[in-house]
């Protein structure tokens, strides 16, 4: 039986608040605590059925990471304070059950969209037997690239909430201040990565908002605790379709869970942004952001905030910047260090005047049989100012081909003449990227693994049948031609 809804969102972008609102119905029960189970199935067997020499391994994974999620997550969460104990309703008996439950329809060979449904529905069966509830739902953040995808999942409605982009930065930095928050490590970066984190979300939302029985929210539009814009929300879900009408104690409860006032701000500085960080934030988000009406209007009227930057004093080197998809070569990373792409994300190049073309070599490391299955295999990128619309369908800017029998990786030229800048300021100009490979493995999925000396030299880490990262070429050597 399938999930009544399933949640996905912006990481720090209200996803939880709006989950526990379905908590307010007596019949309902929206679990906000996370279970991270489709990014899990999706990097199990997105594309085809798990491999057998993988199974056993992906057993000790799942058990570890159930006891990690369900149980110490929400046990840490209560000790801070920012959980309350009834979300903590698995227990130590319950992780082996579910696991196996799971992993039965992971080796059965399902894979994909069958195997997201299937364990969503051993999800709506522990979910349903511990609460008793007939409206059953389930959140987790990353849900997202699930949705992009393959819509709903296996749920019968997907529902994703967006947030402005310096709200969300500023409560993952907020979210680091506690230096033992293990669970806070990936907001621990500089602004480069944290606009990619909304961005890559964001991109995500706008994929899956095109599949039927999906919706994305925004989430400022419900802090006012409107019940008109609650009861549209509750509409749509399909709450009342399940349960019946909710009674006016039950709508008064969720218009109290969500009143706040947003306090208006005297600047971005105010945020917590430093001058070049905002005007960053501002001009490489601005794709996105337009499609969710997060423009000059809304921060005006709801924050108090007037856009106006100055862009003079923001010097620019010639550079080729990760802002998603990627996993750095060295612990402490710096500016046109090598670093590894995974099947898709986005960069942000920084060029001065008068460079016209990024360059860089490529390094792979796709297995034998992947190569002898799949070449040639493409690595192509965008110019991702226009945003989502169109993207799809436009003409790469930058394109190589690893074909069968090549010994090294091509080299990557990317024609920034055909770019248009998010941000021109009088030292270069900053350009929004995105690239797509058309092939990506993970090495603890590979029955024969990679070639380890060669990847030693540049993943210190790597580690022969453990690596569960997820690569496609590395980008190294960079320069710029004019």
């Known amino acids: 039986m399938n999930l009544d809804l399933i949640i996905g969102g912006m990481p ?15 019949n309902a029960y929206c679990y906000y605590g996370e279970t991270h189970w489709v990014p899990l199935m999706m990097e199990f067997a997105l594309h085809g059925p798990a491999p057998s ?6 057993s000790e994974i799942l058990l570890h990471e159930n006891k990690h999620v369900l149980i110490e997550m929400m046990r840490y969460a209560i000790k801070l304070g920012s959980a309350d104990e009834k979300i903590l309703i698995f227990d130590d008996a319950d992780i082996p059950v579910i696991s196996e439950q799971i992993m039965a329809f992971v080796a059965s060979g399902l894979y994909g969209a069958e195997l997201l449904k299937a364990v969503l529905g051993v999800m709506r069966q522990h979910l349903s037997d511990k609460t008793g509830k007939q409206f059953i739902g389930e959140k987790t953040p990353s849900n997202v690239f699930g949705f992009a995808k393959f819509g709903t999942v296996g749920a019968d409605r997907a529902l994703m909430i967006i947030r402005e982009p310096f709200s969300v930065i500023r409560s993952m930095r907020k979210r680091t201040e506690q230096s033992e928050d293990i669970y806070a490590n990936p907001f621990r970066e500089n602004i480069w990565p944290l606009i990619g984190h909304w961005i890559e979300y964001a991109d995500a939302m706008l994929t899956a908002d095109n599949f039927s029985n999906t919706k994305v929210v925004r989430y400022e539009d419900h802090l006012s605790g409107d019940i008109e814009n609650v009861m549209e929300l509750v509409n749509w879900s399909g709450l009342q379709d399940k349960t019946g009408p909710l009674s006016r104690i039950e709508q008064e409860k969720m218009a109290r869970h969500f009143k706040q006032t947003v306090p208006a701000q005297v600047s ?3 945020l917590g942004f430093f001058s070049k960080e905002a005007a960053l934030v501002w001009y490489l988000t601005h794709a996105f952001r337009k499609d969710f009406d997060y423009q000059g209007d809304f921060f005006s009227s709801r924050l108090g905030l007037t856009p106006t930057f100055d862009t003079s004093s923001i010097s620019l080197e010639n550079a080729i910047i990760p802002l998603s998809g990627f996993i750095h070569t060295s612990l402490d990373p710096n500016t046109n260090d090598p670093f590894w792409l995974k099947e898709s994300g986005f960069l942000a190049i920084t060029a001065q005047k008068g460079f016209k073309q990024a360059n860089c070599q490529t390094f792979f490391t796709f297995p034998e049989r992947l190569r002898d299955e799949y070449c040639p295999i493409d690595l192509k990128f965008y110019d991702a100012y226009a945003g989502h619309s169109g993207l799809k369908d436009a003409n790469a800017i930058g394109h190589v081909q690893l074909n069968r029998n090549d010994s090294e990786g091509p080299q990557i030229a990317i024609d920034l003449r055909q770019c248009t800048p998010v941000l021109e300021t009088t030292d270069g100009d900053i350009f929004l990227i995105k690239y797509t490979s058309s092939l990506s493995f993970r090495p603890f999925l590979q029955p024969v693994q990679p070639d380890l000396e060669s990847v030693r030299n540049f993943i210190p880490e790597y580690s022969t049948g453990r690596d569960r990262q997820e690569y496609s070429f590395m980008m190294h050597s960079f320069s710029f031609t004019d």
């Open 12 to 26: 720090r972008g209200g996803t939880s608040a709006i989950a526990d609102l379905f908590n307010c119905s007596d």
């Open 268 to 270: 971005f500085e105010n």
């Open 53 to 58: 020499t993988s199974l056993k391994q992906m």
